[in-house]
């Protein structure tokens, strides 16, 4: 079992470590601003779990909270003022937005250097085509787990089920960086099983509860279930289940991640290292070892 709570907790701790030590020398802790539209409740979650994540690794976070019925014109004047704002070295806007919102123009007003999310096209090239950027959350803490489950990730082969622009192709691309043979699986591919069953890497984001059955997995293959699905219990209990079948696929696997417990404690991690990176990147401090 990969235990996704633990690693998280060693991420956030090895980031806690590196704010004090800039600390002392430094005048500005790592900024970190969250800007939510309207009052979506599963959002208002996320907000609140990052705002306290921030702060507890001892960097600065900020909120804005944005009316649901705000124009676009007003949030990109937001977005340019945090681009510009020294005290701020990351930020993100939290999806979904009001139909009325264009989520790509807000991403791409977004300054590259700042999209702790690593959605800015730019981001999105220099993760495809080489070069420093910001990489998204989701994939990087799962590529974070993989490493820690397998010695050597050159040369394996890697399923990624799900071409989503947060998750499934930014992993792709990732594990394809980390000169992995990658295979990308979607709704229209021809027989997933048989794509599955060739994987050493598992990485599954297709928002369907457990699609991925025991016997679609290699035994020993390293499995990664980003899905996040709600259902209930046998006594009517909210329930959070993967898309894999956690069960079968525990006798089958090497590694796997359980739901909750797994990736998801990694993504807000990952936004802290992003913040960190950043940070650094601006003033022009050596690159973290994180
Ligand atoms: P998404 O945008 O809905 O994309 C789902 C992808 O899976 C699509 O590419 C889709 O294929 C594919 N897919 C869906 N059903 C399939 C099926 N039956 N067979 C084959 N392919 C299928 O979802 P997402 O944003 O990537 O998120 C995926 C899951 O991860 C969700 O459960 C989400 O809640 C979860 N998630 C978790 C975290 C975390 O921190 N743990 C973060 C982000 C997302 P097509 O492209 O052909 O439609």
Sequence with gaps: MIDGRAAAARLRARLRDLVMEFGPTQDLAPGLAVVQ???NPASSVYVRGKARATVEVGMKSMEHKLPEDVSES?????????????????FLVQLPLPARIRPQAVVDAIDPAKDVDGFHPLNVG?????????VPCTPQGCLMLIRDSLDRLAGQEAVVLGRSNIVGKPMAALLLREDCTVTTIHTKSRDLAQHCRRADILV????????????WIKPGAVVIDVGMNRGVDADGKPLLLGDVDFDEAMDVAGAITPVPGGVGPMTIAC???NTMIAYCRQRGLPAPEI
Excluded: K, M, T, Y
Aim: aromatic share 0%; net charge positive; proline share 2%.
């Design 37 to 39: 539209v309207g009052d």
């Design 126 to 134: 220099r993760l495809v085509s080489g070069g420093e950027g910001l």
């Design 204 to 215: 599954v984001a297709a928002g369907r509860a457990g699609l991925v059955r025991g016997d």
């Design 271 to 273: 936004l802290l290292r």
């Design 74 to 90: 007003a949030l990109l004047a937001l977005i340019r003022r945090l681009n510009d704002d020294p005290a701020v070295h990351g």
